[in-house]
């Protein structure tokens, strides 16, 4: 059981706009930035988004991020086949004193 | 180029113990906090442990408290993870990666990972 709530799975077809939702509490997204990492398969994770909505160099602006109170999301436009991996949402726990990740959210581009 | 380099990982029985390392190169390694992370196989991603740029703080998951030992050799720019009295449960890729704390405390630079498998 994870501490941050995704949903499993998500898909979309090639051009379709996909959001991912992240769900905490207080103690993690309600007080931390929020950062995304995707994974594509065989790969390690890689930075997409950190400080809630800002994107590494090389990221394309297909990919945004935004949060609300306890609640972050991913939005992905323009869907890719490519774009087609796992997905984490992340953040540090003050009551833990350590990171949190959420399940993770396989996404299909059907 | 900044990368990281995981090596240590392997086949344990239980009980047992492992020191996993983490070479860095392309950027100046005393100045940032360092992190381990692991994927159990079909699992998601679990935060293990992190070090200060300092190593004077270290943070763990409760799952390898008092277990499992996060250090740094500066002189060296290498990560470690001294792991003791393996379980079963503790089987996973391990990933070292780079802190950057001013981003919303990101780990923006991954390794490839090490295997390590518990099992008798």
């Known amino acids: 059981q994870s501490v941050l709530t995704q949903p499993p799975s998500a898909s979309g077809t090639p051009g379709q706009r996909v959001t991912i939702s992240c769900s905490g509490s207080?103690?993690?997204?309600?007080?931390?930035?929020v950062n995304w990492y995707q994974q594509l398969p065989g790969t390690a994770p890689k930075l997409l988004i950190y400080?809630?909505?800002q994107r590494p160099s090389g990221v394309p602006d297909r990919f945004s991020g935004s949060k609300s109170g306890t609640s972050a999301s991913l939005a992905i436009s323009g869907l890719q086949s490519e774009d087609e991996a796992d997905y984490y949402c992340?953040?540090?726990?003050?009551?833990?004193?350590?990171?949190?990740f959420g399940g993770g959210t396989k996404l299909t581009v059907l | 180029e900044v990368q990281l380099l995981e090596s240590g990982g392997g086949l344990v029985q239980p009980g047992g113990s492992l020191r996993l390392s983490c070479a860095a190169s392309?950027?100046?390694?005393?100045?940032?906090?360092m992190t381990w992370v692991r994927q159990a196989p079909g699992k998601g991603l679990e935060w293990v442990s992190a070090?200060?740029?300092?190593?004077?703080?270290?943070h763990y998951a409760d799952s390898v408290k008092g277990r499992f030992t996060i250090s740094r050799d500066d002189s060296k720019n290498t990560l470690y993870l001294q792991m003791n009295s393996l379980r079963a449960e503790d089987t996973a890729v391990y990933y070292c990666?780079?802190?950057?704390w001013g981003g919303g405390r990101n780990f923006d630079y991954w390794g490839q990972g090490t295997l390590v498998t518990v099992s008798s």
């Open positions: 992340a953040a540090w726990d003050d009551s833990l004193k350590g990171w949190v």
């Open positions: 207080s103690s993690n997204i309600g007080s931390n930035a």
């Open positions: 400080n809630n909505n």
């Open positions: 392309g950027f100046t390694f005393s100045s940032y906090a």
């Open positions: 070090i200060s740029d300092s190593g004077s703080n270290t």
């Open positions: 990666a780079k802190v950057y």
